[in-house]
């Protein structure tokens, strides 16, 4: 399949480094950078762009650059920058977002999110913990973001020329006052192609949320695999062995190993349903499948690669190898036991992924 998705990855680590918090620029293979990027989450931004410029210039250049003209650069491309998709407005995915706000020229750029995420985001921009440089209203003559409300409707929203999404809430534990805190994720279309990749937030286990909504997710993913979807983000926060109570709305190994078991039996029954009913049958019509025996789930998820980020850095040194690769060992061990079939990757800083 020929890759229509280009996406390069600023920051993708689960705090606390400063250095590495989620951030990724997202655009249709077939347009340059420079014709408009979609960032996806904000957390890293210009500073993490230089470096990762200085270091390796590809994907955007194929040659090296000069050093001294390197942040230049870093902040053209920045500027290019049409609009951002949030998950959810916790900072380590809004950082560069509030910092970078007030050096944007040009038109307003629009920042997706569902409505609570854009009313926590406009508590920062109440003219104290930074000035105010967001509205809800295009006509404001000093907006630099325009909040853009999604909702999670079933509906795909255009969000740049080649590009729209389509939101779902999920759950990622709780304030301390008690209150379920949701963060969204995203379905991302190609719309010439048709084909999609999966962008989850932080997002907690169901079996552990107090409104489990994976399995939602998963149900409309499910019809979508390998053919339509081949690619799910997802983050892994935790390696192995935490406990439930210490988790705060983030997913361990042996969670996301469980999730991936959810979805293989989801993809299992829509192939069911596909060969059993015609196409045109009304789905009240359907009947209720059996679930999976074992052994039965072997090479269902043949074909899709689940990209592993937002892993907590390992700040005790605990681990010989990258946090990241520890994590995304420990996920694919247990997925290869049960022979799904998924493809495991470890998401780093500064990669370029085609899909
Ligand atoms: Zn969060
Ligand atoms: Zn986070």
Known sequence: MTPVFDLVVLGCGGG???????????????????????????????????QILKENPEPFFKRPLDGDRSFSTASRIYSCIQCYLITHA?????????????????????????TQTLKDLETIFADRLWPNLASWDADDPEVKLLYSKLNADGQYKAISSHLSARTMTVSHGRCRAGDPYDS??????????????????????????????????????????????????????????????????????????????????E???????????????????RTKMNPPSPGSLTGVLEGLRVYIMHCKEDINGSYDQPIQLVIAGQIRNLVNDLKLGVEIVAVEQGMHITI
């Not at 989620?22 to 957390?43: F, N, P, R």
């Not at 062995?241 to 190993?257: F, N, Q």
């Not at 993809?267 to 019509?285: F, W």
């Open 16 to 50: 606390p480094s400063e250095y590495n918090l989620s951030s990724y620029l997202l655009k249709s293979c077939a347009a340059s950078w420079t014709e408009g990027i979609v960032a996806l989450e904000a957390g890293n931004g210009i500073g993490a762009l230089h």
């Open 90 to 114: 916790h900072l380590d995915h809004v950082n560069s977002l509030v910092l970078a706000a007030g050096s944007l020229s040009g038109p307003p750029r629009r920042v997706f999110g569902l």
């Open 184 to 265: 969204a994720t995203f379905f991302i279309r190609h719309d010439p192609s048709g084909h999609e990749l999966l962008f989850f937030g932080d997002v907690e286990p169901d079996t552990v949320a107090d409104q489990p909504r994976n399995r939602d997710v998963w149900r409309i993913a499910a019809s979508k695999i390998p053919d339509q979807l081949r690619a799910i983000f997802i983050e892994c926060s935790w390696p192995s062995g935490r406990p439930d109570s210490m988790l705060y709305g983030h997913l361990t190994p042996e969670h996301l190993r469980d999730e991936l078991v959810i979805l293989a039996t």
């Open 267 to 285: 993809v299992l029954k829509a192939r069911q349903e596909k060969t059993l009913i015609p196409a045109d049958e009304p789905v009240r019509k």
